[in-house]
């Protein structure tokens, strides 16, 4: 969506419940209507949230679309994210645009649309950023590294955090390459295990580094973490067990 971001929870509705919830149960279907009204107030919840999901908005990173062109136009093997490219090829010029979410049978929330989306293919996840960027700060800047090490993967995401950030200065040249001369350069990006968030991580902490201030540089990257165990995590919340969730 271009437009705007659409809201599931409007201020008529919400008023209009409000008032429904007042009337007195002796009211012809009184007893169906406070049922449905319960169940309406338990997914408000629910659409709030899907609301600030699909008030975030999202525009195509236009260096790393750019490489993405240039690929394809030297016969590079993208064949499988033929949609994907299309729709970023349309959607550039955007200032921004938004995504609806919606639950699948799971609770997990997820954008509708089909093909460019933030939860899609590395391609996809290489070409979208923010389009309201932020200040990194003294830990954003720790955690964009981070990310760089997660996406170059090789084993290296399994490191602490600590040997991540030092993986990442030991690379700096080769990030700051991957940044300036992505195609005709040492291409050092490629050798990813996910190149495109690779590549565009490496631009953006290219960036930070090289200005008068990197802590104040903004940032659009989204910053993707994927939870460990998380049955185990579930397991150890309803438990009360701090041990189960150290380990």
């Known amino acids: 969506m ?3 971001p659409y809201k599931l929870i409007r201020r008529c ?8 919830y007042g009337l007195p149960r002796l009211l012809t279907g009184s007893i169906l209507a406070h049922e449905m009204v319960h169940a309406y107030l338990r997914l ?10 699909g008030s975030t908005k999202w525009r195509v990173n236009r260096r790393v679309h750019d490489v993405v062109e240039t690929i394809w136009s ?5 064949a499988g994210l033929v949609d994907e490219a299309n729709v970023a090829r349309k959607m550039r010029e955007e200032d921004g645009f938004y995504y609806p979410h919606n639950l699948d049978f799971r609770g997990r929330a997820c954008p509708m649309h089909p093909h460019l989306c933030h ?3 590395y391609l996809c996840r290489g070409v979208l950023e923010y389009a309201e960027g932020r200040p990194l700060g003294k830990y954003g800047l720790c955690w964009l590294k981070i990310h760089l090490a997660n996406k170059y993967g090789g084993g290296i995401e399994k490191l602490s955090h600590e040997g991540k950030l030092a993986f990442v200065e030991n690379q ?3 990030i700051f390459d991957s940044a300036a001369n992505p195609v005709d350069g040492n291409c050092w990006w490629t050798n990813a ?5 690779c590549l ?6 290219s960036d930070a580094l090289r200005s008068p201030s990197p802590y104040h540089a903004v940032s659009h990257l989204p910053i993707h973490q994927d939870g460990s165990c998380n049955g185990l995590q579930h397991y150890a919340a309803l438990g009360r067990d701090y041990g189960l969730v150290g380990s």
Request: aromatic residues 4%; negative net charge.
């Open 2 to 4: 271009i437009t705007g």
């Open 13 to 20: 509705e919400v008023t209009a419940i409000l008032i429904l």
């Open 44 to 53: 408000t919840a629910c659409c709030q949230a899907l609301d600030i999901l």
């Open 74 to 78: 030297q016969g590079g093997d993208i």
């Open 119 to 121: 939860l899609g293919s």
């Open 172 to 174: 700096l040249f080769d």
């Open 193 to 197: 295990e996910d190149p495109f968030q």
């Open 200 to 205: 565009a991580a490496c631009m953006d902490l």
